[in-house]
């Protein structure tokens, strides 16, 4: 599994995010069978892996790798 992408990482060091327990009630829109849920204190929002979180995380290793040629 890869790390969480660097926004998600800002808001847990921030305290923004937290785990959800294991049996904590989740909105209908967390798909059962994720383990790895956060939901943010400020919007009450959830997080979890996914096959975004894995785009997310492939663009990131691109960027660093070789730089952010779509940004100019």
């Known amino acids: 599994m890869t790390d969480?992408?660097?926004?998600?990482l800002l808001d847990a060091m921030?305290?923004?995010l937290r785990r959800l327990d294991e049996g904590e009630s989740r909105p209908a829109y967390v798909p059962?069978?994720?383990e790895r849920v956060w939901?943010?204190?400020?919007c009450?929002?959830?997080f979890w892996?996914?096959?975004h979180w894995d785009?997310?995380?492939e663009r990131l290793r691109e960027v660093r790798a070789n730089g952010d040629?779509?940004?100019k």
């Open 39 to 42: 939901r943010c204190r400020a």
């Open 49 to 51: 892996t996914g096959s």
């Open 44 to 46: 009450e929002q959830c």
């Open 4 to 8: 969480p992408p660097e926004r998600f």
């Open 32 to 34: 059962d069978d994720r």
């Open 69 to 71: 040629s779509h940004s």
């Open 14 to 16: 921030l305290g923004q």
């Open 55 to 57: 785009r997310v995380a």
